[in-house]
């Protein structure tokens, strides 16, 4: 079965410091998702990646999916406590595996004012 | 707010009791997916039904079943209870386009305590 590791499992930042989460594949990604939980709350969708090499932004975050589609970078530019919170990624196993999502362990971050 | 809706949002039991988690998915979606959060087991997908039908199975107990109804809502049904199923239970909803990969919008959640 695919598995998903992150790291790092948890992070303090600076208010206004740069940060990036990583998310890594045992297998190749179909598809890689991209998600933040507040604690005890439901998961709101940032991002999805599918195609090796690619790169998408929104605001300050930027997730990037390698060009051999086993690796996921979450980088946070200029950091306020509002991105604080656990983020998860979550991969497709393969096509027509039925859509269903593995998770990583997730990364807690705490962004300090 | 992504549009699935959950019932209850707290639910507190003793173990051997049975209990009924209800989703909603978002307008227009047709399939709707169960996933299972622990501190220890982290999220895990439990199962997925399109349009009516089981589309998928993950690590799922036969304690637990689900089912969709016509007009789409979903319902997780658990059984048998006991201390370990306390976690939170999320339902996901997606449009459920055949062949492409499909965003899932999860809701609140229900947060599940077996005493």
């Known amino acids: 079965s695919q598995e998903l590791e992150q790291s790092p499992q948890s992070l303090i930042v600076q208010e206004g410091k740069n940060l990036t989460i990583n998310c890594t594949s045992s297998k190749t990604l179909y598809g890689l998702y991209w998600y933040k939980q507040k604690y005890g709350e439901g998961l709101i969708f940032l991002m999805m990646l599918q195609k090796g090499g690619e790169e998408k932004s929104h605001e300050k975050i930027t997730a990037k999916l390698d060009e051999k589609k086993q690796q996921s970078s979450l980088h946070i530019t200029a950091s306020q406590p509002s991105h604080a919170g656990i983020y998860l990624c979550g991969a497709v196993p393969a096509r027509n595996a039925g859509n269903m999502l593995t998770f990583g362990g997730g990364t807690r971050l705490m962004v300090k004012p | 707010d992504s549009g699935v809706t959950q019932t209850p949002k707290h639910l507190i039991t003793a173990t051997g009791q049975r209990v009924t988690l209800r989703c909603s998915p978002r307008?227009?979606?047709?399939?709707v997916y169960w996933y299972q959060q622990s501190l220890d087991q982290g999220l895990q997908f439990l199962i997925q039904y399109y349009n009516g039908e089981e589309r998928a199975k993950g690590n799922i107990l036969e304690r637990f079943s689900a089912q969709q109804f016509p007009d789409l809502h979903s319902e997780l049904n658990l059984s048998s209870l006991e201390l370990g199923d306390s976690a939170l239970y999320f339902c996901?909803?997606?449009?459920?386009?055949?062949?492409?990969?499909?965003?899932?919008?999860f809701g609140p959640g229900t947060r599940l305590t077996v005493l």
């Open positions: 996901a909803s997606s449009s459920g386009t055949s062949g492409s990969v499909d965003t899932q919008y």
């Open positions: 307008s227009g979606d047709l399939s």
